[in-house]
């Protein structure tokens, strides 16, 4: 047999008060062992708190071909963000 | 503290730590090769530690990697178990998974220890050893209920690892001297915590538990099977070629 | 149809030039692809092959510090191994089909690891050598136009800055020491020394790859530029553990600013390349016995995952 086993995502919380990051994938047959070698992959220099390990067969990604109308619309809506918005120097803590 | 008794402490993880070490970058998946170098690195970073005790302990300018590298076949103190070869991926798993079921209740015992720097060496270690625990006997399960083949293979290196697990509770002088200073391990206390692991894995395994164990030499006596010599030939090497020299 | 690639390319290439990177499910030409595929497979097979001849030395390490050491950098190279498969693994192309490339001796990997570690002052020669060698193009790398690639790279040369100065600190031990240990020393320099300044490929005017390469920017500088750059920041280091570099024309060129070195054997490179090293055989070999040795445990954990995961449906339904 030359089947590998199942390819699995892994993302790491650097420490706590952050979110976890994806950093790279890895084969395990199963979750437990998917963990486990995440842990010795992915942590041996104390780069993690905590893991999460996703099979990369379950993620689904936006078509990069479609990115045009999924993120462009954004662009132009500045007025979502602070600096749009004109208001007089004195005013404090706003 | 007993000399004697750090040196049967370190030579367990010094022994096993080589046979892991020999399987660096031979494993059965990368991500396998990884985890065991992980443990023996773990094991390795214990005997340090063992080793500037006894160093420290002995006196007279006495170095750690004096300590661990040159001795004599006889003064080695590691059990048996610890010095079986790595015939298939089957026996790197039992072996390990035997020792886990032995250091992590002897390495919690310890942790109360009298003498406080072997209590510290204990605690630090505990953890790792926790996990190798984990590793080994989730291996074991996998095995012994993975295919036909597997869970053959599983129980054949269990009948034979097996026999050695008698050498891990006998008490020798210097472990019994230890034990009543209230510095060493109780293995009457031990022993049960090993048993209900064993029992509860063997089962999950799918996998039985072997007669006896019968009786072999006794490593921890310094009476070991022909697998040290070729152990120390490999270890030593170094040291005995090219004696007195800093590296 | 023909039109809409050239279209596509011109976009793809414009996006390389602007200093965009390329994503893994993002549009790129074929070729693109194929040699990412063959360079980052080459460069992960070359770190689980590179495992091996100093693996043959952790349990004849000289201390417990230096096994530890030692260990801890070959399972790194391992670790990277894996990084970079993962890299290729997002073209489309799978770890078992890889490994079959590498195994079946189909697949190239660097031949410096063709040559055999005789000697402990080896793991000092490799360290400082092959890792100083081997950074130098990684660093370039992790400024490469493919995104998984650029970041496995960040994250080997991350790891990989303990590796050169782990073998240099043996050298100098050495160097300190006894007469035996001096000779060590020099010996692993002078037969590390040449097969190092190989690595860094052909020369420019004879490398097959080097234009495209750098349109991608796969390659940031040449294979000379890169060499010579080693050779520039290695003879002081050499000078510093009192060794001598094994190449009579070594001189330094002021106009230039740069040494000048002798010729590389380029004989000897083609047929090491061409899998008649010293040990190519030996490599090789030993991989396939741990694959091959490691097919039942693959299995067995594959079909106890299978066996679970039964187990859990019935108990839902």
Not at chain 2, 41 to 52: A, E, K, S
Not at chain 2, 56 to 61: A, I, K, N, S, T
Not at chain 3, 52 to 79: C, F, H, M, Y
Request: hydrophobic content about 35%; proline content about 4%; some cysteine.
């Amino acid at each position: 047999m030359n089947k590998d086993w199942p390819l699995w995502e892994v993302f790491i919380r650097s420490k706590s008060g952050l979110d976890h990051r994806h950093c790279g994938s890895l084969h395990a047959a199963d979750a437990k062992m998917a963990i486990e070698n995440a842990r010795d992959v992915y942590t041996r220099r104390q780069e993690g708190v905590s893991i999460w390990v996703v099979p990369s067969s379950q993620i689904t990604a936006s078509d990069p071909e479609a990115s045009g109308e999924l993120f462009e619309p954004a662009l132009d809506k500045v007025y979502r963000h602070p600096t749009f918005y004109d208001l007089p120097d004195a005013l404090k803590h706003m | 503290m007993n000399y004697q008794y750090l040196l049967l402490l370190a030579d367990n993880p010094l022994i096993l730590g080589h046979r892991l070490s020999e399987l660096c970058g031979h494993g059965p998946t990368l991500e396998t090769d990884i985890a065991l170098t992980n443990i023996a690195l773990d094991l390795f970073g214990q005997v340090r530690n063992y080793c500037q005790y006894a160093a420290e302990l002995h006196g007279e300018g006495k170095t750690e990697d004096q300590v661990a590298f040159l001795r004599y076949e006889h003064e080695y103190r590691n059990v048996l178990l610890t010095e079986q070869p790595n015939h298939d991926f089957a026996w790197v798993i039992g072996r390990q998974y035997l020792f886990d079921a032995y250091h992590l209740p002897l390495l919690t015992q310890l942790s109360d220890s009298k003498d406080s720097r072997l209590a510290g060496i204990a605690m630090k270690s505990i953890k790792e050893v926790r996990y190798h625990h984990r590793f080994s006997s989730e291996w074991v399960k996998r095995l012994g209920g993975g295919t036909e083949e597997s869970h053959q293979r599983m129980q054949a290196a269990m009948d034979q690892l097996w026999s050695y697990t008698g050498e891990l509770f006998l008490e020798t002088e210097d472990e019994k001297a230890m034990k009543e200073a209230g510095v060493g391990a109780d293995y009457g206390k031990m022993r049960p915590h090993f048993d209900a692991d064993v029992q509860q894995v063997f089962h999950e395994a799918g996998l039985v538990i072997p007669e006896g164990p019968w009786h072999r030499t006794i490593g921890k006596n310094g009476v070991h099977s022909e697998n040290l010599g070729y152990i120390l030939a490999d270890l030593q090497y170094m040291q005995r070629t090219y004696p007195n020299m800093e590296w | 149809m023909e039109l809409y690639n050239e279209k596509l390319e011109a976009e793809f290439q414009s996006k390389i030039d602007s200093g965009q990177n390329i994503e893994a499910k993002d549009w790129m030409p074929e070729k693109y692809r194929k040699t990412h595929i063959r360079q980052i497979s080459q460069h992960a097979h070359s770190e689980i092959i590179g495992m091996l001849p100093e693996g043959n030395w952790i349990t004849r390490a000289p201390s417990l510090k230096r096994k530890i050491t030692l260990l801890a950098k070959v399972q790194d190279e391992g670790g990277h191994g894996l990084y970079l498969y993962s890299a290729a693994e997002t073209l489309g192309i799978s770890r078992a089909e890889l490994n079959e490339q590498l195994n079946s001796g189909r697949a190239k990997y660097s031949s410096i690891f063709n040559y055999p570690a005789v000697t402990w002052a080896d793991m000092g020669a490799v360290g400082w050598l092959v890792d100083g060698a081997a950074i130098m193009n990684q660093v370039m790398l992790t400024r490469t136009s493919y995104g998984p690639y650029a970041r496995a790279m960040v994250r080997i040369c991350k790891e990989e800055s303990f590796h050169q100065r782990q073998g240099y600190e043996i050298m100098l031990t050495l160097s300190k020491g006894t007469e035996v240990q001096k000779r060590m020393a020099q010996d692993a320099l002078n037969r590390w020394w040449w097969p190092s300044l190989m690595m860094f490929g052909p020369r420019d005017e004879e490398s097959v790859h080097t234009e495209q390469a750098m349109k991608w920017k796969i390659k940031l500088k040449s294979n000379d530029e890169l060499r010579q750059q080693f050779v520039d920041q290695t003879v002081p280091q050499a000078e510093l553990l009192g060794l001598t570099i094994p190449d009579p024309k070594l001189k330094w060129n002021a106009e230039r600013g740069h040494y000048d070195f002798g010729d590389i054997d380029w004989e000897e490179f083609k047929r090491v390349v061409a899998g008649k090293g010293p040990c190519s055989y030996e490599r090789l070999k030993t991989r396939n016995e741990a694959w091959d040795k490691g097919a039942w445990v693959r299995e067995a954990a594959m079909a106890f995952a299978e066996k679970q995961q039964e187990k859990s449906l019935k108990e839902a339904s």
